[in-house]
């Protein structure tokens, strides 16, 4: 059984670049269709295939590479070994404890934050006297690393909730002003100018105009930080935490149970891609879909 | 008729040291179309945007009833040769976006958006985002969201610069019915001297920067105007003749300041 699957994952890992390299090389897929044709949409299921290629050659690389042992099997255990490991953390039920934590930190972590940092990016943004006031002291305070604080913070705040909340928060904030500052920025003039002769006054161009016209950039933004949000909460929970994924990681760690160790980190992956998915589902749904200048249809 | 919209004296000089506006005296009457005619790049552009009150002049006075203009208001309307359809929202919601803007209720922006969509022509589109129109569409939208406020003034700054022949000539007829129908007060900027002589009862003309009223007739044209007028010999011969003081202009401005050559030439 084992050599079965062995020999399956060395004709994936060795077949899929290969196929990728012919199609690239030869530029067609069929006739008529080019390979690589700049940003023009592939059938739906021709790029499901790619994508879901992508991830097997990757599953057999691992797979190829840890049953011939190449690697320390302790350093790096099959895929068989992990995924039995994942399907332990779930029995125990301990674990939709640990990603229930984790995601309620960074749903406190990340919702305040963004909220207030967008609404001050948006001021900067806009005014450029309160851009002096905010970007240079947000600037200086953007490029100290947010793991420079976590000394700092122990002292505050000791090693509990408020530590990982506040680690989050810190670490995203200054990236968040200065993010939506640029998207408000680049709002075209024209807009505010339009709002004017129309007798909108400041609060109606602030809302019904840089907020909307930004709106689909701060969408992307958030996304982008939410993603940063969780290093800085696997960070503080890996430093000292009863309950969490990152727990959970120096758990396994400490115990040396490498396998549940992978599990884990893909777990995390997991649920990272699931938050990503629901930031792509806002980005379409919350009509915010004029951004994309109906590509699709 | 009486005096709408009066320049005395107004200059503008941007730093550094552009003159984009120089000594410009203007009296607008209620219900004017006039046409403000120069070569591309000679402050025609910035006389408008100072009457929106998006800059204001360096020297002198705009005012509007007598009332001095400190700044933008629903009051001038003014559409611009880019396309700003605001494209988060749809067709309908941009035309209420002024009178939403003022506070006016739902019920009643309702009447007037429909009123003016049938107008421009945009009715069965009016659930579509702008960037689903065309460009005539788009400034069509820009058109209506302009006339839904009501204004007193509507500048319009070259808004048919970016369209093709042939939209451009319908959007023409457009812009006269609605100038038949409703009687607004145009001002409204061009390089195209056919264009101008076709829709202004009113031409004004200045040579390269800086913009300086250079002549102010009337266009001898009477309402409303067919589409065919533009083959007629009179029309011909006035749209020669002023093509023929435009050139004068540019000429003399070159001989004057031959460093001018240049920008002219790209004129």
Known sequence: MSTFILFIALAVTLSFPSILVYLILTDSVRQKARFLEFRKDIPRFTFRLLALGSFLWLLSVWTAVSSTQWIDPHLLPTPQAVAEAFVGLFSGGQVLFDIGISVTRILVGFFPAALTGTFIGLLAGNFRSLYAVIIPPNTFVRYIPPTAFIALLIVWFGLGEPLKVSLIALGIFFFLVQMTMDAVRAVPLEYLEVAYTLGTRRGGVFWRVTLPAALPDIMVIWRINISAAWTFLVVAEFLGATQGLGRLLNESFRYNRIPQLYATILLIGFIGLIFDLFFEWILMKARLSWRKYYVES | ?267
């Open chain 2, 1 to 267: 008729m009486n005096t709408l919209l009066s320049l005395n004296r107004v200059s503008k000089t941007f730093t550094p040291r552009i003159e984009a506006i120089r000594d410009v005296s203007l009296e607008v009457k209620e219900n004017e179309f006039i046409c403000i005619l120069g070569p591309t790049g000679c402050g025609k552009s910035t006389l408008l945007r100072l009457i929106a009150g998006l800059e204001q002049p360096s020297s002198g006075i705009i005012s509007l009833n007598g009332q001095t203009i400190k700044g933008p208001g629903s009051d001038r309307g003014m559409v611009f040769q880019k396309y700003t359809s605001f494209p988060w929202l749809t067709v309908e919601e941009n035309v209420a976006f002024g009178l939403k803007s003022q506070g006016v209720p739902h019920d009643e922006r309702r009447g007037t958006v429909e009123h003016l969509l049938k107008e421009v022509g945009l009715w069965d589109f009016r659930h579509a985002y702008p960037s689903t129109l065309s460009g005539g569409m788009q400034q069509r939208v820009a058109l209506a969201r302009t006339l839904a406020v009501n204004p007193r003034v509507l500048l319009l700054d070259e808004p048919l610069g970016a369209l093709d022949a042939q939209t451009r000539s319908e959007m023409q007829l457009l812009l006269l019915s609605i100038f038949m129908n409703s009687k607004h007060t145009i001002l409204f900027v061009t390089h195209d001297i056919e264009e101008a002589l076709f829709l202004g009862q009113r031409l004004i003309v200045s040579g390269p920067r800086p913009f300086e009223v250079r002549h102010d007739m009337a266009i001898p044209f009477s309402y409303p105007r067919p589409s065919d007028l533009r083959t007629s010999t009179p029309f011909a011969n006035l749209e020669q003749q002023v093509t023929m003081l435009l050139r004068r202009l540019i000429l003399e401005a070159r001989t004057n300041d031959p460093s001018l050559c240049e920008s002219s030439r790209s004129a």
